[in-house]
């Protein structure tokens, strides 16, 4: 419901844009991907990888045999038992991880989703997404005289659209994440079918590794949202009276983009730094 103040009711906008997008940041870390708009997407993503099963079978063989030629100078070194159980241990291996693939991914998504959702119940229900305007602030709006309130919507104007601005870039920084494990799910079998060649397998080994790496950026994502709400639910400090409208805004939103600023980065760095703390 409207204020009836133009300038508070677009303040108090953006303020609700941001604590609306916080909080759609925290359902979909805590969805399943399964689960995630009924299940719809997981439809296509498991026929997607269904679908490819048949090709990357062709290839678990194609990357079989060039192993074997590769470590074989000829084929009389494969008339040797340890040498031929070695081989085709290997292709049992690739088999079974293109058979399985998607109960894999599954596995992997599920211990990494616990841990998310463990730092989640030790983080002491902190992220509830509110962004709440003092009151004091409210009141030195609402005595805004006409000529006080033209520059005053003009700090309002530029701080509600910097707060938007961020408020998308995090929602969309999530959704790119989550739309990416799906992209690893359809295609899983191909790479795969590399683990049956000696040769090809730390093409398997770099996937298993890099899926791993973009499941655990939602702890990331999580552990920073927890640390934002900590800033955020601490008190204001109190306004000063002497302060003009204009300056107690621009003070108060000053600080609060410039707590959304570290938020939005830490979410835009989680990659980043999953990537530096695995290796990869």
Same mark, same amino acid.
């Given at each position: 419901?409207?204020?009836?103040?133009?300038?508070?009711?677009?303040?108090?906008?953006?303020?609700?844009?941001?604590?609306?997008?916080?909080?759609?940041?925290?359902?979909?870390?805590?969805?399943?991907?399964?689960?995630?708009?009924?299940? *719809?997407?997981?439809?296509?993503?498991?026929?997607?990888?269904?679908?490819?099963?048949?090709?990357?079978?062709?290839?678990?063989?194609?990357?079989?045999?060039?192993?074997?030629?590769?470590?074989?100078?000829?084929?009389?070194?494969?008339?040797?038992? %340890?040498?031929?159980?070695?081989?085709?241990?290997?292709?049992?291996?690739?088999?079974?991880?293109?058979? +399985?693939?998607?109960?894999?991914?599954?596995?992997?998504?599920?211990?990494?989703?616990?841990?998310?959702?463990?730092?989640?119940?030790?983080?002491?229900?902190?992220?509830?997404?509110?962004?709440?305007?003092?009151?004091?602030?409210?009141?030195?709006?609402? %005595?805004?005289?006409?000529? %006080?309130?033209?520059?005053?919507?003009?700090?309002?104007?530029? @701080?509600?659209?910097?707060?938007?601005?961020?408020?998308?870039?995090?929602?969309?920084?999530?959704?790119?994440?989550?739309?990416?494990?799906?992209? +690893? *799910?359809?295609?899983?079998?191909?790479?795969?079918?590399?683990?049956?060649?000696?040769?090809?397998?730390?093409?398997?080994?770099?996937?298993?590794?890099?899926?791993?790496?973009?499941?655990?950026?939602?702890?990331?994502?999580?552990?920073?949202?927890?640390? +934002?709400?900590?800033?955020?639910?601490?008190?204001?400090?109190?306004?000063?009276?002497?302060?003009?409208?204009?300056?107690?805004?621009?003070? +108060?939103?000053?600080?609060?983009?410039?707590?959304?600023?570290?938020? *939005?980065?830490?979410?835009?760095? @989680?990659?980043?730094?999953?990537?530096?703390?695995?290796?990869?």
């Amino acid at each position: 419901m409207g204020t009836g103040n133009w300038v508070l009711d677009n303040l108090l906008r953006a303020l609700e844009i941001w604590s609306e997008k916080l909080r759609e940041v925290m359902e979909i870390i805590t969805f399943s991907p399964d689960e995630f708009k009924g299940g *719809t997407i997981w439809k296509v993503v498991t026929g997607i990888h269904d679908g490819l099963k048949g090709i990357a079978l062709g290839l678990l063989t194609v990357f079989f045999l060039m192993g074997v030629l590769k470590e074989t100078a000829d084929f009389r070194e494969l008339k040797r038992p %340890e040498q031929a159980f070695r081989l085709f241990i290997r292709f049992g291996i690739g088999k079974a991880l293109v058979t +399985y693939s998607m109960d894999i991914l599954k596995a992997i998504y599920t211990v990494i989703h616990g841990i998310t959702m463990r730092i989640a119940e030790n983080g002491g229900g902190l992220v509830t997404g509110g962004v709440t305007l003092p009151d004091a602030i409210r009141q030195k709006i609402l %005595e805004c005289g006409f000529l %006080e309130s033209i520059p005053l919507w003009i700090v309002t104007l530029l @701080s509600s659209l910097i707060v938007t601005v961020l408020s998308y870039t995090v929602i969309l920084t999530v959704y790119s994440r989550f739309f990416t494990v799906y992209m +690893y *799910t359809a295609i899983a079998p191909v790479p795969l079918s590399a683990f049956s060649g000696e040769g090809t397998r730390h093409i398997g080994v770099q996937f298993l590794k890099s899926y791993g790496a973009v499941c655990l950026e939602s702890a990331v994502i999580m552990t920073a949202c927890i640390i +934002y709400s900590a800033f955020a639910s601490s008190p204001p400090a109190d306004i000063d009276p002497s302060l003009s409208a204009v300056q107690a805004v621009w003070n +108060y939103m000053g600080e609060l983009i410039f707590n959304l600023l570290i938020l *939005t980065g830490s979410v835009r760095m @989680s990659e980043r730094l999953i990537k530096e703390m695995t290796g990869l």
